[in-house]
């Protein structure tokens, strides 16, 4: 298969061919990109007979633990680490890497940032930030590819999985005619479609399906459907025993809705201090202009707040403000 | 992009190409797959000059209006339908267009039957069924294709909508390499991948909801967490105004969890009349073998049951006989 060989990337695989000891790290709290990439440019090293450490400040998550390779990544031990080359994948700024990652690897004598996200600190000696890949397991697919070095179905695996969960499943809007071929080359090389699937999407804990349960049953709908909101106090949170992630992205779950073109959520994150997350779903209302009033601030579809006041209050004064925007723009 | 073309396809360009009148027609309760290769194929005629009409026995679902082409989608009429080719799409049965299809379009001169479901009764004078094809729409790309019809705007929308329903969104078994190449090449003739996967999958109306919510709150786990089960009665669904499409798939909501190895619904039909759907998750539970015991039937890891009987005695005997499938197989 004909692939574009990105310039940056040259500069990267120079850098590999002529080192041999490797740290390759992600940004904290990873993501499926973040795992997939890690392991899949630790095998590619690995396979060049290079040395290579794979690490990251958190646990690999549970969801993400079934891909070969993930028991290999190891959390960043307390102290210096000791490599000549630094490789951070898919991570925007130095300090995502992590409290303890940032202390550890501060000595590294070169640091090479791989990564798609527009915002990249570009904080390597050498950069590669392609910000129009749909994930840097996309960008790593050319460079194992630049590299030569065969993709094993543990490369494969690994890819496929940070490509997929990037994309949504192939679903959002950098899901270019190359990344559907990229994926079916990764399919072609030892991927089980099916069981792979399987696992990213359909297991679910139990926990994050009591938290979906607690906003199906606690959400309200307004403004004639056009309208859906969800509030999380302490205490519920706290009865479900949700950790930042299990809560990270109700907003998802509301805005689905059809109808609705507005969702937001409002978290109690401690007493007195509530987040805000909106999304709007008509370009007629811009979410930014609302969080404004209350100096938050992000994108005209997706915009957040974070206001010091009583969960009860807060919401109520934002919610005003939305529904003066609806009913303005929507008439 | 180089594909195979299947042989069974050249007779069907050489019926269409010596043919002037066509309807193309579907299953009726139709899916993306139907509705998608209906637009799809209906499109190609048109463009190759010929008289098409596309029916179906049942209305264009709500989440498929937004196709564009699916407004010309007629409902099959009652009395004869005129047309020298009635080309069935998506269909494993002549029966299953509907029954008011059937009568309208028993007088067919020539029936051409493009198909992937493996169980296809070969009812037309030209069939190509196609089992390992992930989509029909898959097969009518190649016959696209085939016929050197211009891919356009309306056409790669609806071939996509079809490919991406039938496999998940590319997560099923059938999907092959070719399968994203082809997708891939949809994706550069016109679709908008954003738009086009936030009108198929993300956006849940408010019913399908309440049906899930109702699943969260009711459903059991027990059997340490390996067997996971819902009940639905006639009252519950009189009061969701759940239709039969809002309820097919529940099984899958409580399938998904962490730990579940076997997941059943228990689904008052009539009074009396219960419809059980169990899945399996480990292929040491074969819940075939169950169903069998209650002269039900199905696959070691999908099966079905229908029992007279009222609702509770019909689920405590099958949970019964589950629980010790699940104990003598997993301890």
Known sequence: MMIDIPEALVSVADVIRSHERFVVIAHFRPDGDAIGSTIALGHALQAMGKQVRMLNEDPVPERYAFLQGSDEIGRTPRGPVDAEVVISVDNGAWKR???????????????????????????????????????????????????????????????????????????????????????????????????????????????????????????????????????????????????????????????????????????????????????????RVNVAKIAEEFHGGGHALAAGIRIRRPLAEARECVLQAIRVACRKALG
Chains 1, 2 share one sequence.
Request: charged share 25%; net charge negative; proline share 4%.
């Open 97 to 283: 890497l992590g409290d303890r990652s940032v202390v550890s690897l501060a000595n590294a004598p070169l640091v090479v940032n791989i990564d798609h996200h527009g915002s990249n600190e570009c904080f390597g000696a050498v950069n590669c930030v392609l910000p129009d890949e749909a994930a840097t397991g996309c960008i790593l697919y050319k460079l194992i590819r630049l590299l030569e070095v065969p993709i094993t179905p543990v490369i494969a695996n690994a890819l496929y999985a940070a490509i997929s969960t990037d994309t949504g499943s192939f679903q959002y809007e950098k899901t270019t005619p190359e990344v559907m071929r990229m994926a079916g080359d990764l399919l072609s090389k030892g991927v089980n479609v099916m069981e792979m699937n399987r696992m990213l999407y359909q297991e679910v804990s139990w926990k994050s399906l009591m938290v979906t349960r607690e906003v199906l049953n606690g959400m309200v709908l307004e403004e004639d459907g056009r309208l859906c909101w969800f509030s999380l106090d302490l205490e519920t949170k706290g009865r479900l025993n949700a950790s930042p992630d299990d809560v990270a992205d109700l907003v998802d779950s509301i805005r689905v809705i059809r109808g609705v073109k507005v969702a937001a959520i409002f978290e109690e994150m401690e007493p007195g201090v509530i987040r805000v997350s909106m999304r709007s779903k008509d370009a």
